[in-house]
């Protein structure tokens, strides 16, 4: 994985502001039924079942990484949706989920 231009992770930005990167789409193949998606990652050998906003923030983060409050405000804009600090705490929640899955990680400095 690498940092995006963008990205400056140090001690003085909170967990939010800390920006996020995700593999190279060359690295995951996906399949898709609706709503649920399928993420095989050459890299673990592993496949993740993924519901559709935790596929959409990783999509995101596939095509630039990213801080939790860029990619909110980007899915909101996209869907119509305000952006607000529910909004910011779900997407906060799917980060950890695709951290935990190791699919995203924290951009190096």
């Not at 529910?86 to 935990?100: D, N």
Request: net charge negative; with cysteine; proline share 4%.
């Amino acid at each position: 994985m690498v940092a995006g231009d963008n990205c400056v992770n140090d001690s003085r930005h909170s967990e939010k502001e800390l920006c996020w990167v995700a593999p190279e789409q060359k690295e995951l193949f996906w399949e898709s039924w609706g709503e649920q998606h399928a993420v095989f990652d050459t890299r673990s050998g592993e496949t993740h079942l993924l519901p559709d906003p935790t596929a959409r923030v990783l999509q995101q983060l596939i095509v630039r990484p990213g801080t939790v409050k860029e990619v909110a405000e980007s899915l909101c804009a996209e869907s119509g949706e305000a952006f607000n600090e529910q909004s910011l705490e779900v997407v906060e929640r799917l980060f950890r989920q695709l951290e935990s899955a190791e699919l995203i990680e924290k951009a190096d400095t």
